[in-house]
């Protein structure tokens, strides 16, 4: 039995739902359209570039929850879902998905997004475990400041190496899926690396290394490793 790690934007999904999400808040008008849909694209641009500054980027990202009620951002997810979601889960990312669950193998999603987006979406793909930046909270509601490591770049190494450790698993056998530089560190972690919809600096990495490099976009054929 493997240990199979996905990476969810731009990996299972044919888009980022991070950024997807941003969007949808600003349609919705729950926060400043022009600027924040300025801020968003900027991020998104410099996480692309491989230099977010996640400090950064998650107070920005996390402030929605504090400023919303629980209940109506939860009502406004389960339309961002159906609306923005479904349709970029695409037939090739279930069918990896599903064929790691068939070889018996543990499921993982491991995603730098938030869980309040993520689990959600986790649960679309029947994965049990999912690792992603948690939102800190307090009396039931969200503070806008992050719960522990969030899991971006090395910070996605430190989750892994504590969940491995409740679990009682480890790094033998194990796959990693993903489309960004950004996570590198944990690529180069795993038995087997796999480039998915890769950047250009992944591909060149994964090219010159000789890992699998394959797309999971809706018109693609499935590339197993």
Partial sequence: MSLALFDLDN??????????????????GLVDGAEYARENER???EYQAGVL????????????????????????????????????ITPTARALV??????????????????FVTAPIAARFA???LIATQPAEHAGAYTGEVAGVPAFR???????EHWLNEHGLDLTDSYFYSDSQNDLPLLERV????AVNPDATLRDIATERGWPICSLRATSELCFS
Wanted: charged share 30%.
């Fill in 191 to 194: 038995t087997h690396p796999v």
């Fill in 53 to 88: 500054d996640i400090a950064e980027f998650l107070r920005f990202a996390l402030r929605p929850l504090r400023e919303h009620p629980r209940a109506l951002l939860e009502r406004l997810r389960e339309q961002f879902l159906s609306e923005r979601i479904d349709p970029i």
């Fill in 127 to 129: 994965v049990p475990h």
């Fill in 43 to 45: 991020f998104y641009r």
């Fill in 154 to 160: 090395e910070g996605k190494v430190i989750r892994l």
């Fill in 11 to 28: 990996t299972l999904l044919d888009g980022d739902s991070d950024y997807l999400w941003g969007c949808y808040l600003a349609e919705h």
């Fill in 98 to 115: 599903e064929q790691h669950r068939a070889a018996g193998d543990t499921l993982v999603i491991i995603t730098a997004t938030n869980t």
